[in-house]
């Protein structure tokens, strides 16, 4: 029976487990980690499992959508109707507009009613112009203030594109921002629908869990022997052109080995007797971390599940209340909160000693107290932050000249990771169809 190693248990991990397992290869899953899932990967809130990151579904989400019918959780997912909110400074307040379709675009009063027309207008081309590689020459801002105009930019684009790509936001190809909107308008089934999210009412978590059962019962093996957690890989090497990983004070040799973690951390895990002196696999690609601060609170703040924040000043991306999606009934009754930002990995977030402890929530809720000047502090609970580095990579006008390969200079090596998503944004619906792909090229190659 041939042998893989998989470094990584997120869903490209676990998928590609999943493929590899029905097809009757031996599969071993390598997680650093204390849990499985990636950053879709839950812990226990008010009883119930919530995901680290925010997550949910779009009806184009067919990989994910799939993978769940065939692990017969189906049954498990509701479908929700979303509300959107911008939340705009104007003259020193805040102001919610809600921004869910053509209709909430057109009554957008922060936009002059010619800039609403002229918006809406190049939505609906994103929404049905298809020809994307045209676009991945042009920056998002660019395009975007040339097509939309300047106020556009201002009020919707431009502070999103900041919020997400920070300081690497003049450089974003438009391909990007062309698939954001492209997918999301074609979830609706007309421009006036409401959009419709899904859910798994049992959180992200049940899905991963059951792949792990299900790669652990194909191989007739506990989970734990084949999903190995808090795995410290010491080195990867080769012998005789095979994978041998080294881990805990074991030594495991392979017919094959996928990684699926960002490429730099992969690199560094080549034994310096085995690193071939090639820079093709030394990424350019550059990378943002995500922190995330959730938290319950008897308080309701907001009708909105997902707010955007349209202003510069903000110290973070988006706000969302969870349970303005989901029941409250899943969480004894309580409002779920997510705060959340992209920074790059010197930021002060993820450098400052002061922001390791109290000081994101204190900067954040300060600047919370703005926007909803009734929010009380108090009565927050259940408070857990977050931090993911290399969590979203930046796509710029070169991006596809960067993308990494799928079969690794190194021997019988395979490489699977949201880089290798493009134009479309890193998601677990696309982390299950790049596990699919990469299974399949790796069964290719070790039945043929």
Do not use: C
Not at 156 to 168: D, N, Q, T, Y
Not at 308 to 319: A, C, G, K, Q, R
Not at 382 to 391: D, H, R, T, V
């Amino acid at each position: 029976m041939k042998k893989v190693a998989i470094i990584g248990a997120g869903f490209t991990g676990l998928t590609a487990a999943h493929e590899l397992a029905k097809q009757g290869i031996s599969v071993t899953v390598f997680e650093k980690g204390s849990d499985i899932g990636g950053l879709a990967g839950g812990f226990t809130i008010e009883g119930a499992s919530l995901e680290k990151a925010y997550h949910h579904l779009f009806r184009t989400d067919t990989d994910i959508l799939s993978l769940i019918e065939e692990l017969g959780l189906q049954h498990e997912l509701g479908w929700f109707e979303s509300k959107i909110g911008m939340v705009v400074k104007e003259k020193g307040t805040f102001q919610i507009y809600p921004f869910n379709g053509v209709l909430d675009l057109l009554s957008y009063k922060p936009l002059p009613f010619f800039d609403r027309i002229r918006a809406g207008a190049v939505l609906f081309f994103l929404q049905k112009y298809t020809n994307w590689k045209n676009l991945v020459k042009y920056t998002a801002q660019d395009w975007m203030t040339k097509w939309s105009g300047q106020k556009v930019m201002d009020k919707i684009w431009g502070p999103l594109l900041r919020g997400k790509f920070s300081e690497f936001l003049a450089n974003v190809s438009m391909a990007w921002l062309w698939a954001r909107i492209h997918i999301r308008a074609n979830s609706r089934k007309s421009i006036f629908e409401r959009e419709l999210l899904a859910y798994p009412t049992k959180g992200f978590h049940s899905i991963a869990e059951r792949l792990g059962e299900k790669i652990a019962q194909l191989q007739n093996q506990s989970r734990d022997k084949v999903i190995k957690l808090n795995v410290v890989i010491e080195k990867v090497s080769y012998e005789n052109e095979k994978p041998v990983v080294s881990y805990d004070g074991n030594t495991e040799v392979f017919d094959a080995l996928l990684s699926t973690i960002p490429q730099k951390a992969f690199v560094s895990l080549i034994s310096e007797t085995s690193k071939i002196n090639d820079t093709s696999e030394t990424t350019t690609i550059d990378y943002l971390g995500a922190v995330l601060l959730v938290f319950t609170s008897n308080q309701s703040l907001s009708r909105y599940y997902w707010h955007n924040i349209i202003d510069e000043h903000s110290p973070f991306l988006v706000f969302l209340q969870h349970t303005n999606l989901v029941p409250k009934s899943l969480y004894n009754e309580q409002n779920v909160y997510y705060i959340g930002v992209y920074v790059p990995m010197n930021h002060k977030y993820f450098s400052d000693e002061k922001y390791q402890k109290n000081g994101i929530q204190e900067e954040w809720f300060a600047y919370l107290k703005t926007v909803f000047t009734e929010f009380d502090e108090t009565q927050v609970s259940n408070l857990n932050l977050f931090k993911f580095p290399y969590a979203q990579h930046v796509v710029d006008v070169t991006y596809p000249e960067k993308i990494p390969a799928y079969r690794s200079i190194y021997p019988n090596t395979y490489i699977s990771n949201f880089a290798q998503i493009f134009p479309e944004d890193r998601g677990t619906n696309y982390a299950v169809r790049e596990g699919r792909k990469i299974a399949s090229l790796l069964s290719d190659h070790l039945l043929q």
